[in-house]
């Protein structure tokens, strides 16, 4: 008697990155100017230059955004359009596809901050440790080629590069304008490239992780 063949294939370790294309929505200038007027505040300084970040010859204004900025209307109309609904649509993919964050769940912001990038400033190669994903809005971004201003993901899996003519590449970038929103892996590496020219790029970032139901019960692995 013959059996039943069953055949199962599954995603396992996926690095799932969502992006969100809004536009140059009213939001926009005015963030850019209320960070770009924190310079001249003698009570906010310079993190770039205070500590040890990966962004160099960049400004990034020292306090936590979400905090500092909680009862700023503009601010309150970008967290309400941008923020939260991609957020959570973010969440709503992730589980199709990977199975958490389970049914449920929440976020929680850790911290957040903004940087801007004169002509020449990058930020190196790093990672967010201890969160489940990085939301990063580009405020403003200059026009420029290629691959200027882009940011690039350098692959979790190196192992899975090589040889590089029959499996996965070593890093993927993207290339964002102003208004675009990317939710990733906090655990990927990733850099962003200077850009060389007039104007100054913009971002505000955010660190997420995912609070499960408080009955929420871990399955057994075996």
Known sequence: MNKEVKVQTSVIFPSIVSQTEFGDIPENNYLFDLVSKMKSNKNI?????????????????DIMLHEYLKDDPVWKSFLN???????NQHMNAHRQIAGFPVPGSSFKVNSS???IYPEKAYQAPHFHRDMACVFT???????????????????PNLASTYPTQKSFPYDHSII??????LIFPANIQHFAHP???????????????????KDYISPKRF
């Open 45 to 61: 300084s310079n993190k770039c230059e205070v500590a040890d970040t990966t962004t160099f010859s960049g400004y990034q204004p």
């Open 81 to 87: 359009k941008v923020f939260v609904p991609t957020l």
């Open 113 to 115: 901050w903004a940087v």
């Open 137 to 155: 809005y580009y405020v403003r971004v200059p026009k420029s080629r290629p691959p200027q201003n882009a940011i690039t993901f350098i692959n």
């Open 176 to 181: 964002p304008i102003t208004g675009t929103n």
């Open 195 to 213: 850009h060389f020219g007039e104007g100054e790029k913009m971002i505000i970032v955010f660190d997420i992780t995912f609070e499960p139901p």
